[in-house]
């Protein structure tokens, strides 16, 4: 069914106006000839659901329990075009995977190729853009699939790691959410799903993809985590889409990555820097550690979720030949763990965290910025962070 189709003549309350919100705003008035359309931004218990025929909720507003009358940008465009999206979650790695598979199918076939989704490309943005032989790539958040009815043709479950337990609660209800993925697939979909995500009951067509598999691709991306990604472009590159595999792998090392994912960000006084604010994880950092050969120093802290540390302090206590500078909160927390070792500091605030790695990173080797935390509180997103980490190592 079309979108314009199932909004046409109805009542419709947009709960949330952040960038998908305005973006569904904008593709309402263009495209759809709606009986009421009611901008909200207040709490649920403030709505009245009688009033309304649909209630397009944004991703970022916690809410449960709701009834069918509320959906989001994500199922109304998979309402459409749900049979020519690769949908992309995973707890890392989303956005480099679907930017891999974006450049690798724009190189190796001859149909036109969008990326949207949560990568910051609200989907409705390009609705005019799609035709019948679109392939549409979409990364896909948690929270954008928190109560998605309709599953895409193709998806890929990255991996699963804690993250989010501040809005989720637990990690049941965070896998959950991920699974939403596959849970409305059907026979003749596809899943592509790495090996330590939890099992999933799925109509799909299902492939394993392994983190320990042993093929190899020659790539700009440094790191065991990038082949991993490589592997599921590759596998869907060359099976679903008839790629030729010598051109999928050409593409694959042409592709140079995004910013703050293990980004080089310069090199000054004779120090490798490296921004890699993506990073809000223990498993994100510790794989970006050992991703960077002459890594150094080591710069981890933020937003203080109550996640596990548990992992990132035993690596700390078995790796002393980092030095680990801690700052913002949940580095409080872990340099309370390891405070005693000589390998670890603590600083307040990323400023004064740069200074010190200046003094204590010889040249020749690296210091990375790899948090292993949100940023939020202490800057607008991770963006914000990366680039506020490139202008202060500039000096």
Same mark, same amino acid.
């Given at each position: 069914?079309?979108?314009?189709?199932?909004?046409d003549?109805?009542?419709?309350?947009?709960?949330?106006?952040?960038?998908?919100?305005?973006?569904?705003?904008?593709?309402?008035?263009?495209?759809?000839?709606?009986?009421?359309?009611?901008?909200?931004?207040?709490?649920?218990?403030?709505?009245?659901?009688?009033?309304?025929?649909?209630?397009?909720?944004?991703?970022?507003?916690?809410?449960?329990?709701?009834?069918?009358?509320? *959906?989001?940008m994500?199922?109304?465009?998979?309402?459409?075009?749900?049979?020519?999206?690769?949908?992309?979650?995973?707890?890392?790695?989303?956005?480099?995977?679907?930017?891999?598979?974006?450049?690798?199918?724009?190189?190796?076939?001859? +149909?036109?190729?969008?990326?949207?989704?949560?990568?910051?490309?609200?989907?409705?943005?390009?609705?005019?853009?799609?035709?019948?032989?679109?392939?549409?790539?979409?990364?896909?958040?948690?929270?954008?699939?928190?109560?998605a009815?309709?599953?895409? #043709?193709?998806?890929?479950?990255?991996?699963?790691?804690?993250? #989010?337990?501040?809005?989720?609660?637990?990690?049941?209800?965070?896998?959950?959410?991920?699974?939403?993925?596959?849970?409305?697939?059907?026979?003749?979909? /596809?899943?592509?799903?790495?090996?330590?995500?939890?099992?999933?009951?799925? $109509?799909?067509?299902?492939?394993?993809?392994? /983190?320990?598999?042993?093929?190899?691709?020659?790539?700009?991306?440094?790191?065991?985590? &990038?082949?991993?990604?490589? +592997?599921?472009?590759?596998?869907? $590159?060359?099976?679903? /889409?008839?790629?030729?595999?010598?051109?999928?792998?050409?593409?694959?090392?042409?592709?140079?990555?995004?910013?703050?994912?293990?980004?080089?960000?310069?090199?000054?006084?004779g120090?490798?820097?490296?921004?890699?604010?993506?990073? *809000?994880?223990?498993e994100?950092?510790?794989? $970006?550690?050992?991703?960077?050969?002459?890594?150094?120093?080591?710069?981890?802290?933020?937003m203080?979720? &109550?996640?596990?540390?548990?992992?990132?302090?035993?690596?700390?206590?078995?790796h002393?030949?980092?030095?680990?500078?801690?700052?913002?909160?949940?580095?409080?927390?872990?340099f309370?763990?390891?405070?005693?070792?000589?390998?670890?500091?603590?600083?307040?605030?990323?400023?004064?965290?740069?200074?010190?790695?200046?003094?204590?990173?010889? $040249?020749?080797?690296?210091?990375?910025?790899?948090?292993?935390?949100?940023?939020?509180?202490?800057?607008?997103?991770?963006?914000? +962070?990366?680039?506020?980490?490139?202008?202060?190592?500039?000096?």
């Amino acid at each position: 069914m079309k979108i314009t189709e199932l909004l046409d003549g109805k009542r419709i309350l947009l709960w949330g106006y952040g960038l998908e919100g305005k973006s569904t705003e904008k593709f309402i008035n263009k495209y759809c000839k709606v009986k009421e359309l009611t901008v909200f931004q207040g709490k649920r218990e403030e709505i009245d659901e009688d009033a309304y025929d649909y209630i397009i909720k944004s991703p970022g507003i916690v809410a449960w329990d709701l009834s069918d009358k509320f *959906t989001s940008m994500t199922d109304l465009f998979l309402t459409q075009f749900s049979g020519q999206v690769i949908g992309v979650t995973g707890t890392k790695g989303k956005s480099t995977t679907s930017s891999l598979l974006y450049t690798v199918l724009s190189k190796c076939t001859d +149909r036109p190729t969008l990326l949207v989704g949560n990568i910051g490309l609200p989907a409705l943005d390009y609705y005019s853009e799609i035709t019948d032989d679109t392939i549409i790539v979409f990364e896909m958040s948690c929270h954008q699939l928190a109560h998605a009815k309709i599953s895409p #043709h193709t998806a890929l479950f990255l991996n699963l790691y804690e993250e #989010h337990l501040d809005y989720y609660g637990t990690m049941d209800k965070y896998f959950r959410a991920k699974a939403n993925i596959t849970a409305h697939q059907k026979p003749g979909d /596809y899943l592509f799903v790495g090996n330590n995500v939890p099992p999933l009951e799925t $109509a799909a067509d299902v492939t394993v993809i392994s /983190y320990d598999d042993p093929m190899h691709f020659d790539m700009a991306l440094k790191g065991e985590h &990038n082949q991993f990604n490589a +592997r599921f472009v590759y596998a869907i $590159a060359t099976r679903l /889409y008839g790629c030729d595999p010598d051109r999928v792998r050409a593409a694959l090392k042409e592709f140079t990555g995004l910013r703050h994912r293990l980004q080089f960000a310069g090199n000054i006084g004779g120090v490798d820097y490296y921004d890699d604010s993506i990073s *809000t994880i223990p498993e994100a950092a510790i794989a $970006a550690i050992r991703s960077i050969p002459n890594a150094r120093t080591i710069l981890l802290g933020g937003m203080d979720r &109550n996640i596990d540390y548990d992992i990132l302090i035993d690596f700390i206590r078995e790796h002393g030949e980092y030095n680990y500078i801690l700052m913002y909160k949940s580095g409080e927390r872990i340099f309370r763990q390891v405070s005693g070792l000589p390998c670890c500091h603590y600083r307040e605030d990323l400023e004064s965290a740069v200074r010190l790695a200046r003094e204590i990173t010889p $040249a020749g080797e690296a210091c990375l910025l790899s948090p292993a935390a949100a940023s939020y509180g202490y800057f607008k997103n991770f963006e914000e +962070r990366g680039d506020v980490f490139q202008e202060l190592i500039k000096g």
